[in-house]
């Protein structure tokens, strides 16, 4: 617990340096309706991972399960300098999906959504004993995984296909 703790407090502290102009969260733990994100000065984003145990799991029908170390979300406009750093040091980082309908999206050191670039952008992870997986199963689901990268995938961000 102490692990996730710190986790939590790091992804916490790390998201301040980057401004947003959506509203309140959505339902079921997804993101708000308007995600934008604009780093017109300097982000730094960082998870360290000693021993690493972050897990994702969503079952049934109809859900998103959206993982994101050191990443952005939603449209995303880097006009500054943003750094982007997943270090993780043994365990795993799992992202899973199982039943109908379902969206499984792992950023790590990644922008996903609608993704400009006009400042200079930074992604790193390493890894070192370490298993990061994504994994879909069932039917008429869909899986999309991205460690330090950009996907300008405007529909695997919080939503359906």
């Known amino acids: 617990m102490k692990k996730l703790s710190v986790l939590a407090l790091a992804l916490f502290a790390a998201s301040a340096f980057a401004t947003s102009g959506g509203g309140s969260g959505g339902g079921s733990g997804g993101p708000s309706a308007s995600t ?43 006009r500054g300098r943003s750094t982007q750093t997943v270090s993780a040091r043994g365990g795993s980082i799992t992202n899973t999906v199982t039943g109908t309908d379902n969206v499984a999206s792992q950023n790590l050191s990644s922008n996903i959504g609608q993704v400009s670039i006009s400042g200079t952008s930074t992604q790193t992870t390493s890894t070192t004993y370490a298993n990061v997986s994504n994994n879909v199963s069932g039917r008429d689901n869909s899986g999309t995984q991205n460690i330090a990268s950009n996907n300008s995938c405007t529909t695997c961000v919080g939503g359906h296909r």
Not at 47 to 73: E, F, K, M, P, Y
């Open 36 to 78: 934008d994100v604009v780093i017109s000065g300097t982000s730094t984003q960082s998870a360290t991972l000693n021993s690493v145990n972050v897990s994702n799991r969503v079952s049934g029908n109809d859900n998103v399960g959206q993982q994101n170390l050191a990443s952005n979300a939603g449209d995303i406009d880097i």
